[in-house]
């Protein structure tokens, strides 16, 4: 049986209520500082120029990523902070979620490439979708990381 379809919503910061700013917050915290046991500043001065994308199942957060402009935290707009909720992780939502995020940033940004900070084990995911990495690997809060650059972006297969 496949899983529920999730719906998006995106908004700016300021366009945010406080309570979807704390869901945002709580469950981003819950999976990079608490799961990750990965003790860091997890919300930053990216916050306030970011859209921040939302999946929803229901009235749940089931997954969330982050869209930064260019020449803010890299020369070309980037993806980040992309979760999926520990409850809803058998769902495979990580590719509709970044598919979004991909089609969104397009959007937004049209005819420039995407860049995403990816942890290095999901080299694989991103490659999946189009994203080739092109630096070293590097520890970023402890964790590996590789950049990845994103020149044309794969449909969801």
């Given at each position: 049986?496949?899983?529920p379809?999730?719906?998006f919503?995106?908004?700016p910061l300021?366009?945010?209520?406080p309570?979807?700013?704390?869901?945002?917050?709580?469950?981003r915290?819950?999976?990079?500082?608490?799961e990750q046991?990965?003790p860091?500043?997890?919300?930053d001065?990216?916050d306030?120029?970011?859209?921040?994308?939302?999946g929803?199942?229901?009235?749940?957060?089931?997954a969330?990523?982050?869209?930064?402009?260019?020449?803010?935290?890299?020369a070309e707009?980037?993806?980040?902070r992309?979760?999926?909720a520990h409850?809803?992780?058998?769902h495979q939502?990580?590719r509709?979620?970044?598919?979004?995020?991909?089609?969104?940033?397009?959007?937004?940004?049209?005819?420039?490439?995407?860049?995403l900070s990816?942890?290095?084990?999901?080299q694989?995911?991103?490659?999946?979708?189009g994203?080739?990495?092109d630096?070293?690997?590097?520890?970023?809060d402890?964790?590996?990381?590789?950049?990845?650059l994103?020149?044309?972006?794969?449909s969801?297969p």
């Amino acid at each position: 049986m496949n899983a529920p379809t999730l719906h998006f919503t995106w908004s700016p910061l300021a366009q945010l209520t406080p309570a979807q700013v704390l869901e945002m917050v709580s469950a981003r915290i819950a999976v990079f500082v608490v799961e990750q046991n990965c003790p860091y500043q997890e919300v930053d001065a990216y916050d306030a120029s970011a859209l921040h994308l939302f999946g929803w199942q229901g009235s749940a957060l089931a997954a969330y990523a982050r869209i930064i402009g260019p020449n803010l935290k890299f020369a070309e707009p980037s993806i980040g902070r992309v979760m999926v909720a520990h409850a809803f992780r058998a769902h495979q939502y990580g590719r509709a979620l970044m598919q979004e995020a991909i089609d969104l940033t397009m959007r937004t940004y049209p005819g420039q490439p995407i860049r995403l900070s990816a942890q290095s084990h999901l080299q694989g995911f991103y490659g999946s979708l189009g994203f080739v990495a092109d630096s070293p690997e590097y520890l970023e809060d402890g964790i590996p990381h590789v950049d990845m650059l994103c020149r044309q972006p794969r449909s969801n297969p």
